[in-house]
């Protein structure tokens, strides 16, 4: 089992994705540079958060374009698990691995805050680990987190079950109250139908030992990890 | 216009438009042999300008303690750095971008940050975080200030927050903390001070010295353009007038995600060890780095303008030189080895290159198409500039009397709205608006950031394991009123301050960096302010076991004549040798008991420098009229700053380093503005009722936050006993069973330990002074006002 995290120029959550990996997890993991089209045999690909090329003309708009996206796509239309964070989730979207796009925030300014989310759905290889309906406290920072899509599209995303993660309160209680960006349905994450392609805007990452105020995002870790073993067993 | 600047003949009269006094030009000629030509004289005029060779401050910042145990790198070079243990160092620094700030905000603020950014990864070191210590106008209308003016400084917040945000941010270091204040003095000159810290191995920590003659001298990052020219002597070097916004051209612009390119390439090309010597083109540019390079190294310099990237076409050497265009870097290679150093940064797709090399003898030549543009002897340019002991001279006294000064509410007067009042002060009330537009938490390091402890606490992973051990805290302090009304004693108080706060997040102080925000050094009231400052820090830093490392100064900070508050604000940083005792404020269990601890053994406040016939009262009424309460209910700013006794400080210091690393208590905060109440009331704020975490569904009726209940005795009177700033205290919460140890530990270092109170999850804070309630409101009313307030202020007048 391998891991591979994507360094784009101007990613920033590269190394912290790393780290939960490698001294958390304890699992492999290794870097992957944008301008190959190689993914050095990983099994799970990270795409980080940061400000991928500046995030000029648009949120994840020229990363979608370098090398190794090219191969990304390949992966992650083969059925290769593919988990985008943040400026990750925003790429997946630019790229067409995920349906929808990003908007400023409703309240037009960067916010980095711990929010909570509950788990949709946990049927897919992001959140097996974790219990249906399950909180999570996890922090998000960005200033386009703002989830959009056309009715048809979210239509398609909750008959699908693909919307996997939506903000609410620390108690579940109100959705819409524990909603930071303005997101349409109060969605935090998603994933393809094929459900081997997720991007949530919070960062697990940053939340994987209680000392960082939670180890909530632990789960979404485990349960790739678990989903692995899984499928490794599945192929032995 | 361009090839016409080159022609210019320089006469004395030039010199003077770029700010060269004629004993200066002398000086020039002097060294030249000769007269200067125009890009000479630019040249000249940068570096010995105010901001680049601190002329006037020299001779007092020699008065300062620079040295220590662990002082690896004091004043003079990119950053101080101080030995952390583990092979590791920490490289801090603080600086300030205060008029750019005020001429173009959010622009101002980015290249401040941007600015402190690179001075740390020069020194090999990668950023971990930075602090932000902002002073703006008052941003809502009162005695002194009209809607208008409120409305500009609001506008002037709000790019200067999306600037700091905006750059830190994307560049991906945590903005952990820091502080930011109101005074109607900084309406048309706000403080925007940055400060950065980086973690490096001790061995790889790298300097700006030029070596190897013969080596290779490589420019890399972002190209030069017009941007920022005499940014240093024009803007920094000079106090504003109305004509200033037309200055907006001189303000740099940045490129947040160049300067995280240029940090990951830097510190990769550090890693092939070809690089000598490596220096940031910050203010003055390609001037500052060339000359300072050669001069450190007792070597000489030779470049090739023509050589230099350049965004745009026809620029004079003149421009070249001053340009002060961010995200760039000078470096010097070993010979032979800089195609290592190329293909790095050509992988980080920055240019990079060679410009120049390294020459025997001591000249900086600069060449330009085959022609000399400038030659001039580096050491003499960069370190034997005009240096001046400007004439000081102490204001007027202030004639004074109890008329002039706050009067007391009778006891038993009820002080719950005036409480409200000065929870809801700008000055008080929760910056969580401001920093939650601030990246807090990137990099997986930050264990308190802003408002959880009195200090930023980030923790030091491996730079190679990536295993973690200890943990630093930082906090940036100062209070400019205080050092209005007494410069000397209000100095005194900003580092007691922040080392204050390091020592209640758990942490030892070790070293301090300042940035010495002045008026003009040409008035001798200032000089005064900035020498009476200068030996309360360096008496301060010295008791304190806090060498200054170093920082800036910066002086003309006066806006149509009129001076801001003397404003040194400091930084201090800490080392907690255990990352699991870290300490934060918030109380932690109902029944807990509330201890005050105070350093100062004697109950007496305020006798040292108040009139021998003043009787205690009016001492009282003296001292209390510099607070924060003061200022917020009456408008009253007068008196004198509470006496400071500094050993009162170290033994509280001291005291909580040891309480911490016993883990013996379950919250620290201390005692400064607003006084105890509000000391106490962020304690519940920042609480959290247990059971109440993620999940578990809270019943409408049940409290959120715990609070607390207390009961003061002693004759002062209640505004003073519960608003007071006097500093060497603390308010720590523990256990009832660990009581008799904690009483023990403060007995051990001689600290006054009064057990004020308990904390309760009734919802309800209640302070009794002689048995009377004088604040008795609940904890969601005090926190609703005091959460919101900022941003409602900000937002939706």
């Known amino acids: ?236 | 216009m361009a090839t016409a600047i080159t022609e210019i003949k320089v006469t004395p009269e030039i010199a003077a438009e770029h700010g060269v006094t004629r004993e200066e030009y002398a000086r020039i000629q002097q060294i030249l042999g000769r007269d200067p030509n125009i890009t000479e004289l630019g040249i000249f005029s940068v570096m010995w300008s105010e901001h680049c060779s601190y002329k006037s401050s020299k001779v007092h910042l020699k008065r300062l303690p620079t040295r220590g145990k662990l002082v690896v790198q004091g004043p003079g070079e990119n950053a101080g750095v101080v030995d952390i243990g583990d092979g590791l160092v920490a490289a801090f620094k603080i600086e300030s971008h205060n008029h750019p700030s005020y001429v173009e905000p959010f622009q101002g603020a980015t290249t401040g940050v941007g600015g402190i950014l690179r001075d740390i990864f020069t020194m090999g070191a990668r950023p971990i975080a930075v602090l932000d210590s902002l002073r703006f106008g008052e941003i809502t209308p009162g005695k002194h200030t009209s809607e208008e003016e409120a409305a500009k400084n609001r506008r002037v917040l709000d790019g200067v927050v999306r600037g700091v945000g905006s750059y830190g941010n994307c560049f991906g270091v945590p903005t952990v903390g820091g502080e930011v204040a109101f005074e109607p003095c900084y309406s048309q000159n706000p403080l925007v001070n940055a400060l950065a810290l980086g973690i490096a191995k001790k061995e790889e920590i790298f300097l700006a010295k030029a070596k190897g003659i013969g080596n290779p001298v490589i420019y890399v990052g972002a190209k030069t353009g017009r941007d920022g020219i005499h940014g240093a002597s024009l803007l920094a070097s000079a106090e504003f007038t109305e004509e200033s916004q037309q200055k907006r051209p001189n303000v740099q612009v940045g490129d947040p995600f160049m300067e995280k390119l240029l940090l990951e390439a830097c510190l990769e090309a550090m890693q092939t060890g070809a690089v000598v010597a490596i220096q940031d083109m910050g203010a003055a540019g390609l001037t500052c780095s060339t000359m300072e390079m050669a001069s450190r190294g007792g070597t000489g310099i030779e470049i090739d303008l023509a050589r230099v990237p350049q965004r745009e076409t026809g620029m004079t050497p003149y421009e070249i030189m001053l340009s002060e265009s961010q995200e760039r870097m000078l470096l010097v290679a070993e010979k032979g080895r800089e195609h290592e150093v190329l293909s790095v940064f050509k992988k980080w797709g920055l240019d990079a290159v060679v410009v120049g090399t390294v020459t025997e003898g001591g000249i900086a030549r600069i060449n330009n198409n085959g022609r000399v543009a400038a030659e001039i002897p580096a050491h003499p340019l960069a370190e034997e500039g005009p240096v001046y002991n400007r004439p000081l001279a102490a204001p007027a006294p202030r004639i004074e009397s109890e008329k002039d000064w706050f009067a007391f509410a009778p006891e038993g007067t009820n002080l719950t709205e005036n409480f409200k009042k000065l929870l809801a002060s700008p000055a008080i009330a929760s910056k969580r608006w401001i920093t939650e537009q601030y990246d807090t938490s990137v990099r997986t390091n930050t264990l308190a950031g802003p408002g959880a402890s009195d200090a930023a606490v980030v923790r030091i992973k491996d730079p190679q394991t990536g295993a973690v051990k200890r943990a630093l805290a930082l906090s940036t302090d100062g209070n400019g009123r205080w050092c209005f009304l007494n410069p000397r004693v209000g100095a005194m108080h900003a580092v007691a301050e922040a080392a204050r706060n390091v020592a209640a997040s758990g942490a030892r102080p070790i070293a301090a960096t300042n940035c010495l925000n002045f008026g003009s050094p040409e008035k001798p009231e200032v000089m005064w302010q900035f020498s009476q400052a200068i030996d309360g820090l360096g008496e301060a830093c010295t008791i304190l076991s806090t060498p200054i490392t170093g920082g800036n100064v910066s002086f003309y900070n006066e806006t149509l004549g009129k001076s801001i508050y003397p404003t040194p604000v400091i930084g201090v940083l800490g080392i907690l040798d255990d990352v699991s005792r870290v300490l934060k404020i918030a109380f932690r269990d109902d029944g807990d008991v509330i201890l005050l601890l105070d350093g100062s053994n004697s109950s007496v406040v305020a006798q040292q420098a108040s009139p021998p016939q003043s009787n205690q009262a009016s001492a009282l009424a003296r001292e209390f009229s510099s607070s924060e309460y003061s200022k917020t209910i009456t408008g009253i700013v007068a008196g004198e700053p509470p006496a400071i006794e500094l050993t009162a400080e170290k033994r509280l210091i001291d005291c909580l380093v040891a309480l911490a690393a016993e883990g013996a208590i379950q919250s620290a905060h201390d005692i400064s503005d607003g006084g105890l109440a509000v000391t106490l009331a962020e304690s519940c704020f920042a609480s959290v009722v247990a059971g109440l975490q993620t999940g578990a569904s809270s019943s409408a009726a049940s409290a959120t936050h715990l609070s607390a209940t207390i009961k003061l005795n002693g004759d002062a009177p209640p505004e003073h006993a519960v608003f007071g700033e006097r500093g060497a205290r603390a308010v720590v919460s523990v256990k009832p069973t660990a009581l008799a140890r904690v009483l023990d530990t403060a007995r051990q270092y001689q600290v006054a330990a009064h057990e004020l109170g308990q904390v309760t999850r009734d919802g309800s804070f209640r302070i009794e002074h002689k048995g009377r309630a004088v604040v008795d409101a609940s904890v969601k009313a005090l926190r609703d006002v005091w959460a919101h307030s900022l941003e409602y202020a900000l937002t939706k007048r």
């Open chain 1, 1 to 236: 089992m391998k891991f591979g995290v994507v360094v784009f120029p101007g990613s920033n959550c590269d190394h912290d994705a790393f780290y939960a990996i490698s001294n958390v997890l304890h699992k492999p993991v290794e870097f992957i540079w944008h301008q190959s089209e190689n993914l050095a045999n990983c099994d799970a690909i990270i795409l980080p958060g940061g400000f991928s090329y500046g995030d000029y003309l648009r949120t994840g708009a020229i990363a979608r374009f370098s090398p190794v996206m090219k191969s990304v796509e390949k992966f992650g239309k083969s059925g290769g698990m593919v988990l985008g964070v943040c400026n990750g989730f925003q790429i997946l979207c630019e790229a067409g691995l995920l349906p929808g796009a990003m908007m400023r925030n409703s309240g037009l300014r960067f916010i980095c805050r711990h929010v909570h989310i509950r788990v949709e759905q946990t049927d897919t290889p992001f959140t097996n680990a974790a219990q249906k309906g399950q909180i999570l406290k996890i922090p998000i920072a960005h200033s386009d987190g703002n989830y959009n899509c056309d009715e048809a599209t979210l239509a398609e995303l909750e008959k699908n079950r693909q919307v996997i993660f939506r903000y609410t309160t620390h108690d579940g209680s109100n959705d819409n109250a524990g909603n930071p960006n303005g997101a349409v349905r109060n969605i935090a994450g998603i994933c393809n139908r094929e459900r081997n392609v997720a991007g949530l805007m919070p960062h697990p990452e940053r939340v994987v030992e209680p000392a960082l105020g939670s180890s909530d995002g632990l789960v979404i870790f485990r349960s790739m990890v678990e989903a692995l073993v899984g499928a490794a067993k599945a192929t032995a």
